[in-house]
């Protein structure tokens, strides 16, 4: 079965594009990381899914559910992290998590409990007195308490310092465990790499590519890092040229290498070495290769 399923999906803000002919695939069972810059569409299509927003054309099925007809059904089997949380001033935390729990007839209040303590979090406080990052925690423990079939992150791990992004991916990797599907929008390529098995890049509202992340990381460019002096102008297809305080030039370079080799071998370098690019820079890449400015604030 396909936990999501969109097929030219469009959502236009009046003359505005939001997201433009989207066709996403995600089986059950994925850990799929969602990866766009600010403004790529990764918001719209989330709440596009989900009902939130109507779609201007396209269709989309999320566990076999139609959007159009199905979004109660969708609502119930399925957990949401928006990306900026409001909750009714006043509340205490205890209290959203009891009501959320309620919206969903789920009674036993023992996993919100645990949660609550992985994630360090004090239920008597009031929402309003919390941190960003504490707000973030409630709203994962409402998205994960009745362990929904899929869940939906939209930049889930904004706002959590370092050590709560990492009880929280173990939160997302228990409910993996359990059979969940994990599906969560990201901006941060390392965190995609790490936890994810499928990745699609989404840019001007568009899906570039999508694909294992295995198979993302393969594209042929290598990441070549030259001490010395160089002359770049006679290399050619590389891509990401940069040079460093300390003189050393990197670029991403997508020939053949034993050319390469050929052309460094008259030039007054140093130390040379080739290695695997990060996603970030395949990111980067395919950005170039594939109709779109680099972002370098990505
Ligand atoms: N309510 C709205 N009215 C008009 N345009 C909108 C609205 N919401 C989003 N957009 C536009 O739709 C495009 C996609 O925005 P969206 O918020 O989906 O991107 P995003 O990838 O989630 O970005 P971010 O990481 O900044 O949240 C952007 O050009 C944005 O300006």
Redesign the pocket.
Known sequence: MKAIETKNLTKK?GT???ITDLSLSVEAGEFYGFI?P???????TIRTLLGYIKASSGTAKILDLDIENDIDKIHEKTGYLP?EITFYKGMKVKDIIKYSASLRNLKDTSEAKRLCDQLSLDTEKKVDELSLGNRKKVGIICAVQHHPDLLILD?PTSGLDPLMQREFFNILKEEHKRGSTIFFSS?ILTEVQEHCHMAAFIKD?KILVADEVENLKKTGAKKISVAGSLNTDILKEITHLSTSDDGKTTFLYNGEIKSLLYNLSNQEITDINISEPSLEEIFMHYYDTKGGESDANL
């Open positions: 803000y505005s594009r939001g766009g600010n403004g790529a569409g990764k918001s719209t990306s930049e901006h509202g």
